[in-house]
């Protein structure tokens, strides 16, 4: 009889939920993804993809003053352990040394820019 009485007074919220279920069960929830994804496309087209760096920068900023700077260092310790976790310790010498390579390819390639056009001068 719960259920009867319940009936007609249910939020939008929970509208939306079991609807929301309804699609995964006839759909799957790959559906999401795809109309997501055809959505973040048009969004693209009529905005301009700097859009989604501006929305992510103000959701960023709105982050920070809500949670405080130390929310990103705790989420980002939290992402290590679990990176840690799943790829060993060994792990992050390995990226480090990738960057460290890269960034002495941009120093020669700078230097080598800088070479040539003093040769111009």
Same mark, same amino acid.
């Not at 087209?45 to 709105?62: A, M």
């Given at each position: %009889?719960?259920? &009867? $009485?319940?009936?007609?007074? %249910?939020?939008? *919220?929970?509208?939306?939920? %079991?609807?929301? *279920? &309804? ?11 795809? @109309? ?9 087209? $009529? ?6 760096? $501006? ?10 003053? *809500? !949670? ?5 260092? *705790? @989420? ?5 352990? &679990?990176?840690?976790?799943? !790829? ?6 390995? @990226? ?5 390579? !890269?960034?002495?390819?941009? @120093? ?14």
């Amino acid at each position: %009889m719960a259920a &009867k $009485e319940k009936k007609g007074s %249910m939020t939008v *919220e929970e509208a939306g939920r %079991m609807g929301g *279920e &309804k699609v995964r069960e006839e759909r799957g929830s790959e559906f999401f993804s795809e @109309i997501g994804q055809k959505g973040g496309e048009k969004v693209r087209e $009529e905005r301009g993809s700097e859009f989604f760096s $501006e929305i992510g920068q103000k959701g960023g900023e709105k982050v920070r003053d *809500e !949670r405080g700077t130390e929310f990103y260092q *705790e @989420i980002g310790h939290k992402g290590g352990e &679990k990176v840690k976790e799943e !790829r060993g310790p060994e792990f992050f010498s390995e @990226i480090g040394h990738k960057g460290g390579q !890269r960034v002495r390819e941009l @120093i020669e390639e700078g230097k080598a820019a800088e070479g040539g056009s003093n040769k111009k001068s």
